[in-house]
C-alpha cells in the first residue's frame, strides 16, 4: 500500500515563488500524479497533472506560472510554483494512481498561503 508525503508550502509573497515536492512510498507502481488544492469554502479543484510518460495538464488560473513534473525513480512529483497570488492561497493535495488498482492515494495536505 502506498503512502504520501507532502512538503514545500509556507508563506510567500505575491509575486514570489515555492516548489511543493510529493514522495510515494511503498511498493505501487503509479501511473497518473496530480496536484489539487483547497480554498476556505471553496470546492477542491484540479491544479496540474501528469502522466508516467511525462504529458501534462494544467488549470487554465495556473497556466504559464506553475510547472508539474516527476522523477519516476524516485516515486516523486513536483509542482513549481512562480508569481504567486493571494488566490493561490489553499491546502496542496497531490494524489498517485496505482498502476494496478486505479485507485488514487492522497497525501495529507500542504498549506501555501500568499499574501498581497
Known amino acids: 500500500q502506498g503512502q504520501l508525503v507532502e512538503s514545500g508550502g509556507g508563506l510567500v509573497q505575491a509575486g514570489g515563488s515555492l516548489r511543493l515536492s510529493c514522495a510515494a512510498s511503498?511498493?505501487?507502481?503509479?501511473?497518473?500524479m496530480v496536484w489539487h488544492r483547497q480554498a476556505p469554502g471553496k470546492q477542491r479543484e484540479l491544479v496540474a497533472s501528469?502522466?508516467?510518460?511525462?504529458?501534462?495538464n494544467y488549470a487554465d488560473s495556473v497556466k504559464g506560472r506553475f510547472t508539474i513534473s516527476r522523477d519516476n525513480a524516485k516515486n516523486t512529483v513536483y509542482l513549481q510554483m512562480n508569481n504567486l497570488k493571494p488566490e493561490d492561497t489553499a491546502m496542496y493535495y497531490c494524489?498517485?494512481?496505482?498502476?494496478?488498482?486505479?485507485?488514487?492515494?492522497w497525501g495529507q495536505g500542504t498549506q501555501v498561503t500568499v499574501s498581497s
Open positions: 494524489a498517485a494512481q496505482s498502476a494496478s488498482t486505479s485507485h488514487y492515494y
Open positions: 511503498g511498493s505501487i507502481r503509479i501511473n497518473a
Open positions: 501528469i502522466t508516467r510518460i511525462g504529458s501534462t
